[in-house]
């Protein structure tokens, strides 16, 4: 089955902690993308990679970092400098731009 | 600076009956808009596209119509039915780059 997969579907993250969030797909998509969503907000675009090995910083990127060495997988790290960071976590992907399609989530919480 | 505007958080409607979803842009370079259908604690689903060389896309029940002088879209699904029911967000894009949001709009279809 193609599709984009995200793990794990809750996270929680203690003070001070770097987590990091798995996105994996098998669609041979180009590009894949990074969204957060708090709740009655739209989805908010954090990073994004058009090509293996190249990445750029969306509009709310201060305290996350990623990487983009495989083209199936964009894993995203919440470092301890996001202050904010509960949130409902959202990956896509998009054969070279247009349509986005996306995994399932990964919820953040904060102990 | 919002970009994309969904003015109405909520609507309700009856099964059988017409939906219709609005949503504005500033950005006069859109080319590309989408409507996405989620389901809580789900990734968006795809529903629908049209670029900005149409002023209507259909598919199925769903119909998307485009007014690029007023900037505005509209998402109509005929007839409603109850799984029907979500947070619609419409989204934008520049030459099918990295998407831009509306805040969503809850559609509760009564049956």
């Known amino acids: 089955d193609g599709g984009i997969t995200q793990s794990p579907k809750y996270l929680f993250r203690k003070e001070g902690q770097n987590v990091t969030l798995s996105c994996e797909q098998n669609l041979n998509h180009d590009a894949m993308y990074w969204y957060r969503q708090d709740p009655g907000q739209g989805l908010r675009l954090i990073y994004y990679?058009?090509?293996?090995?190249?990445?750029q910083k969306g509009d709310i990127a201060e305290g996350y970092s990623v990487s983009r060495e495989k083209k199936e997988s964009f894993p995203l790290t919440v470092t301890s400098a996001q202050k904010n960071p509960t949130a409902f976590y959202l990956c896509a992907s998009s054969p070279a731009g247009w349509t986005q399609y996306f995994g399932p989530g990964t919820r953040l919480l904060v102990l | 600076d919002q970009q994309v505007k969904q003015n109405s958080p909520s609507l309700s409607v009856q099964e059988g009956r017409i939906s219709i979803l609005n949503c504005d842009y500033t950005?006069?370079?859109?080319?590309?808009f989408l409507w996405y259908k989620k389901y809580p604690a789900e990734g968006p689903t795809f529903l629908i596209s049209?670029?900005?060389?149409?002023d209507k896309n259909e598919d199925g029940r769903f119909t998307v119509f485009l007014n690029k002088s007023a900037k505005h879209l509209s998402l109509h699904i005929v007839p409603s039915q109850p799984g029907d029911s979500a947070v619609y967000f419409c989204a934008a894009s520049v030459y099918g780059n990295k998407l831009v949001f509306g805040a969503g709009t809850i559609l509760r279809v009564k049956s």
């Open positions: 990679s058009q090509i293996v090995n190249d990445f």
């Open positions: 049209i670029s900005s060389i149409k």
């Open positions: 950005n006069s370079m859109f080319d590309y």
